[in-house]
């Protein structure tokens, strides 16, 4: 999977897993309607997509778009879900 065009941010890596693209897209849309700044995000590094993702769920928390339990119950059905589908 190749990275897209550069928005207001240049992709850290080339994505080879859907997240990636997906945390991606989400840190550029949050930029373009002011709810973080891009500089916030650390653009280099192997591991840039996770810390643009913890960065991200700072700041929607800290602005009161979401609480940090509610995160973590979506994780935990998210999880449910995809073990779910791994059962054979």
């Known amino acids: 999977m ?9 992709p850290p890596v080339e994505f080879t897993a ?3 693209l997906r945390a991606y897209v989400i840190a550029v849309a949050l930029i373009e ?3 973080i700044d891009g ?6 590094g192997d ?3 996770r810390s643009w993702l913890s ?3 700072q700041r929607l928390v800290d602005q009161g778009f979401v609480s940090v339990e509610e995160l973590d ?6 999880v449910a879900i995809a073990a779910a589908r791994d059962v054979h």
Request: hydrophobic content about 40%; glycine content about 6%; proline content about 15%.
């Open 55 to 57: 960065t991200v769920q």
């Open 47 to 49: 591991d840039a997509l």
């Open 2 to 10: 190749s990275a897209p065009s550069p928005g207001p941010l240049a």
């Open 18 to 20: 859907p997240w990636q």
């Open 73 to 78: 119950a979506e994780v935990a059905r998210q």
């Open 33 to 35: 309607q002011d709810i």
């Open 39 to 44: 500089g916030a995000l650390d653009p280099s």
